[in-house]
């Protein structure tokens, strides 16, 4: 049951890193890299019921959080191409553009 | 006969939680342009996931763990849909066009 679940993540896996890599635009990758780290989660949280070590768990958690904020990170760094800009700068520097 | 029937009950939502995961990774690949890739990656996926994340559930039982799984599923069913609308959002500022769209029917406001 486990086995079957993440031999079908690995293969859904597969399929998104060959959108990655051929993506023609920028946003394909960043989708494929968002849904790829959704699946890594998944595939540790099998793992860990696979080999009977539920702690994994906390690593997929953790995982979770980090995907979510480097997706918004690496959208953010294209749009300004800076991440350390304030929201006032980015006022400022949207009304001269 | 409850161990079989939560068996059961957990093996279908893997099934159906792969199978999900499998079609959004197909669409992924094989859809023709972003705008419609997005409903792949996004939706298809975020169920996939909290399917396959609530048969983990029934698996663990009452314990630390199906804390920590409901813990994950509830940041991924607000994250998925937050990362992919944000996706979408910078693809339409940054003025990438939907394929199949003719410029006269796209609303060229600043903030789509």
Redesign the interface.
Known sequence: ??I??TA??L???A??L??AFAGP?L??R???A??FG??I??LI??LG?LTDR?EF??I??LY??V??IG??AI?KF??YRNMGLSSEEIASREDEG | MIELLVNLISGCLLATGSIFVLIGAFGLVRLPDFYTRLHAAGITDTLGAELILIGLMFQAGFSLVTVKLILISLFIFFTSPTATHAVANAARVMGLKPMLVPDKDLDNTEEA
Request: aromatic share 14%.
């Open positions: 049951m486990f079957g679940a079908a993540l293969i859904a896996m399929l998104v060959y959108r635009t946003f394909d960043v989708l494929s968002n849904s959704t699946k989660v998944l949280g099998l019921f539920p768990l906390d997929a958690l979770a959080l995907n979510f997706t918004i959208l294209f749009r």
